[in-house]
């Protein structure tokens, strides 16, 4: 009779009626929570993703596009030379050059390509750093 009224069906009512005689339960923990075979019970606690660093991964992106930010206008300071090398022996992740194969290419000995590389590694941690 009530769904008639209420223009629903017998089953939403149904549904209704055991929604509003449900016992309202403390969303956080309170001292005189129930314990159920050995557990508390309190939404609170299902609800909470504890292996959840929410915070902490925005911090770390944040940290990692700082850093590629930092290396990409510090390898802007390099001579085009010294940023070719650079990328070809620590930022090719598909085929990291050779120092003999930078040497032919540029018609010098490996050691030579060597020192470059290391002057140019020197002046990026300095512009890094600063």
Known sequence: MVAKELGVSK???HEMESRMSAQDMTFDLSPDDDMRDGQLVAPVLYLQDRNSDFAG???EDNWDNHAVDKLSF???KLDERSQHIIRARWLNDDNKATLQ????QYGVSAER???LEKNAM???RLAIEA
């Open 57 to 59: 991964d925005i911090e």
């Open 74 to 76: 510090a390898l802007e």
């Open 101 to 104: 194969e930078l040497a032919n």
């Open 122 to 124: 020197k002046k990026l």
């Open 11 to 13: 089953k939403d009512v």
């Open 113 to 115: 390509v060597r020192q």
